[in-house]
């Protein structure tokens, strides 16, 4: 097998380079690890001249980064416009939300053959190219266009809605026919295929989607977990909590995690479990995120408004319900926050997979595990069926589950923990990769020419 080539918008930043973070990057380690491999995407910078050329070069651990830079234009049109502000509510079915503009939908086409060209450069013959997410779903067939013959395949790590959802984006048919440049498309789950496969069906084109759940490296993270509760900032939690039980929530602070509709679940459970105020502390970790991005502004300005609310109605002098924090939190203490929390309040409205949800469970301690609470819409509830499972719409639907996670006996909260733990072992990362891998190395190639022609 020759190099495996690794596409997606952004390219981990040089410190995450020696400290593998996102699911991504821990997904890929070994991979990656297998021999020489390149990482190509966008730097994160902005450049006036930004063009075909390489413009970052960096090797560690047998791993080559290239990056472009992407001018100011096209940072707008293709990553801000097109990708979040019309694929991302999209695909998270909002439709609602989404502002189309055909400007944007050729900046965003001329940028992904912008990376063709930027990427052809440094292919070999024999190279595996594995694309990633949802502002590439042109490159594959843009390669194609530059004569790239060998296996591409491509993973998309948000959900697929339905046909007739995805047809209301103008070009959505074109985006499907580019898509059979891959010989292998993975999603997150079999709906997502379903969905996926269904759209191609309607529109004559093959099916290619195939389900390949994405998961975490639970050993690496329980270890964090461990080390983190010594932590001094998880003994300065423990303290300021004076003995109130945990909920904990962590977030990309953005539209499709359910926020506002979990800070009304919670008032809801204030309001009718009024046996557990002044014993319980929710804490939400959301780091800002597409912060230049209007309805992101908007999400902010209500969630803001709701904590006063909360705050204001049930606070006592000396304890607070809610503690919401915009500010990212370092990985190995989120951990060990994780390990501390007698409940992960997990309640997006969609979402592709949810590491999060995968990262509590491996997080706990087997003597004496919290509870998973986890919307219905995440992908990762149909493994994680054994999760408190909520309809993230319905606020008194959170507030019992919070009541009833709270309640919880510990052999019951043993039972649920011990079948997820289970499931997060055997779907890792690792074999996530390695499974995509070898089916798109198996799946019958698109680039190469046909038998007897
Ligand atoms: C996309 C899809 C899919 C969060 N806050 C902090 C922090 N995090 C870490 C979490 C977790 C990661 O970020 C978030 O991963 P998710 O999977 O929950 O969500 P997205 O960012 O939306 O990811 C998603 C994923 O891709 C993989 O395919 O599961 O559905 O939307 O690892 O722990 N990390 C640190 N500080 C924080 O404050 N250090």
Redesign the pocket.
Known sequence: MGRLIIVSNRVPSPRERLQP????TVGLKDALRGGSSLWFGWSGNQSEFAGDPVTGMDEVDGVTYATIDLTARQHEGFYQNFSNGILWPLFHYRVGLMSYSRRDWQTYLEVNAMFARSLRALLQPDDVIWVHDYHLFPLGQALRDLGVAGRIGFFL??PVPPWSLVRSMPGARLLLEDMQAYDLIGV?TEEDADNLNHAFRQNGLAERARAFP?G?DPHEFREQAEAGVRRDEAERLRASLRGTALILG???L?Y??GLPERFRGYEAFMARYPEHRGRVSFLQ???VSRGDVEEYRQLRRQLDELTGRINGAYAEFDWTPIRYLT?????DI?AGFYRMADVALITPLR???????K?YVAAQDAADPGVLVLSHF???APEMDEAVLVNPYDADEIADALHQALTMGLEERQRRWTRLDEDVRRTTAGCWARDFLQALDAAAPVGAPLAGT
Do not use: F
Not at 327 to 331: E, I, Y
């Open positions: 973070a996102g699911g991504l790590h948000i997150q994405i975490i962590v977030d990309r953005d499709s995690k970790v959301a780091p500010r990212p939190v370092a990985r989120l979402d592709g997979m949810n590491l999060v949800a990262e995440a992908g990762a």
